[in-house]
């Protein structure tokens, strides 16, 4: 089995139903909302959102308060967790498929992906920045564990399932029209937010 094949078949299978129950609202929801007032606050004219691997739409929820007109739409290979995204308020479409995979019909204002780069294998990573890079009018937004040099680590007693790496740089290095807007750091001990250390790195097309 191919790399991304066993990956895809991690997340849409057992692992991935259980990563679903695992995961709180009233502990998450908070903390997304002050993430993403951060991140975006360099933002404009923000009227369509695409976010790649959605999970149960925690992220997609708090766009909807923040962007209360903005059409959102999203993409999760997980069957359970697609069909609880759908039902979030304001969310227009969630396509139950791979990232990598996923056909490029329309732009989107702001494509971004939060705790997903680190889940896919590194052979096929350019996949996933050609589908940010094509799903993005505008903006571009990755909220993910960085390190400067890539870093396998493992996951919940997996291996080859969570990877570290320097996504934004790779990124801006693939694609020339691409500029860092805005980045910053989420340390799990600030009450506001309180999950784990993220890095966050918001880019500008054109
Ligand atoms: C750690 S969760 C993050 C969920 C969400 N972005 C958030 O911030 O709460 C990773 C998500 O990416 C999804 N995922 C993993 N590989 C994917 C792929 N190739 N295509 C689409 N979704 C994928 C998983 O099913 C899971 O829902």
């Known amino acids: 089995m191919s790399i991304e094949k066993e990956t895809s078949a991690f997340w849409k299978g057992e692992f991935g139903d259980e990563y679903v129950q695992r995961h709180d609202a009233p502990r ?53 967790a697609a069909a609880m995204a759908r039902k979030v308020q304001g969310v227009e479409s969630i396509t139950c498929a791979s990232l990598l995979e996923v056909p490029v019909d329309r732009v989107y204002d702001l494509s971004f992906t939060a705790g997903v780069l680190i889940h896919i294998a590194p052979e096929v990573l350019p996949k996933a920045y050609q589908k940010l890079y094509d799903f993005s009018r505008k903006f571009i937004l990755l ?21 570290m790496r320097d996504f934004a740089g790779e990124l801006l290095d693939s694609y020339a029209d691409l500029r860092l807007l805005d980045y910053g750091f989420f340390y799990k001990r600030d009450p506001r937010y309180g999950l784990g250390d993220i890095n966050w790195f918001l880019m500008e097309k054109g």
């Open 28 to 80: 998450l929801v908070p903390a997304k909302r002050f993430q993403f007032q951060t991140m975006l606050r360099n933002t404009h004219g923000i009227s369509s959102i695409m976010e790649l691997g959605t999970n149960q739409g925690f992220n997609l929820k708090v766009l909807h308060e923040q962007f209360p007109e903005a059409e959102l739409h999203g993409v999760e290979i997980n069957e359970n």
């Open 143 to 163: 909220s993910e564990y960085h390190n400067t040099s890539p870093q396998e680590i493992e996951y919940r007693g997996h291996r080859n399932r969570m990877f």
